[in-house]
């Protein structure tokens, strides 16, 4: 019995003719690279042509191992095919990582093409680990045993569950599809019909993996012409982009009106103001929610996220706070080139800022947040090299600002495209934001 569950679990070492063990390498060109990948990356074809990589048994290893990726991005990253010792320098790892949320830099189309799933999480692994072992051409080096996890490659997730009854609010949007090899950006309009004026000191957020951002707007009461004196229609998906990518401009028409409320850049985000400070939402209040999801994969991902707003009686509020929303949207990056933006945004009162955070897309590199003081002293206060989810960093001291101190992001991009960059709402675009909360 236990020689016929080896046999059919497809986990035991498979041999050579003389009888040795087979290699780590030919394993994995054996089982993934001619199964999955040999028919686009052979002699003759187009993708081997555009990708000039063949995968053939007599070709694969002397051209993934130690050769420098031909993918802009990556290429710009330093990455190599396969690095030796390093699977996160290693575009080949990159590319068969299907896990939702593992990509923060953007490689391209992930493979195999033309499929429905990935790798399983057991040939995801054992490539990984041979990569980490050296990558070398021959030799075991990789136990088969991981091979036994047949799982597809997914990322658990936990909806998040609503504040106990009279303790807050919840907003949701239910599960939604990201079509193959695209973005896919939209707001829903929530009216909470509350009576009075709520006090917010927690914000808690939860999203399934894959996503950009989950942000919430309220909208510039102050501002009645078109279109700020319209509302969206409530409990609708708008999509800001059109099914052929093409951008929906009518959908789009109340972001010039929104104020940033909240919001988190990583799956699950959870803030608490200190005792008596709190975020207000007034009586009668909406938000429009905002999600934007990344799909690289040639598989539909599915998308879902959670918002809890945690409130309390006005009596136990002494300080209300806002949102900082601090935004260079004048900038453009030249083609091939690395550029970095310094912007300046002064204080005109004093300003205690409890949190920071950044906003930037797939080509930034490096976002820093300043403090620059009146004096012309400056200090480094957030640093953040992840576009996809950066950092959000509490202040455990708070950090003070006097009129005419500033807060200053400098902001490192490499343009290995082309055309010029500018300020825009795809991840093709960029963008040049400070958020955090303050009073």
Known sequence: MLLAVTACSGDAPARTASGAPEATFARIQRTILEPQCVSCHRAGTSDARTSQLLLTADSAWAQLVGVPSTQVVARADGLQRVRAFRADSSLLYHKLAWVPGHHSRDYGTLMPMGVTQGLTAGQLEFVRRWIEAGAPRTGVVVDTA??????????TFTPLAPPPAGAGIQLRVDSFAVAPTMEREFFVYRPLGNANDLFITRIQSAMRPGSHHLLLYTFDEANRTFPCNTRPAANTVRDIR??????????????????????????EFDFRFPPGVALRLPAGASLDFNLH??????????????ANLYTVDRAQVTTVARTLNLANTSFTLPPRTRTTVRTVFPMAVRTTVLSLTSHMHALGERFEIRVRRANGTESLVYVSTDWEHPAHTVLDTPLVLEAGDALVSVVTWNNVRDVPVRFGLLSTDEMNIIFGYAY
């Open 146 to 155: 991981v091979l036994a996890d047949a799982r597809l490659q997914t990322a």
């Open 293 to 306: 999801y990344v799909n690289r994969s040639p598989a539909p991902l599915p998308g879902e996220a959670f």
């Open 242 to 267: 059109n099914a052929d990518g093409s951008l929906n401009l009518l959908n789009m028409l109340p972001m010039a009106c929104h104020v940033f409320f909240a919001g988190a850049m990583t799956p």
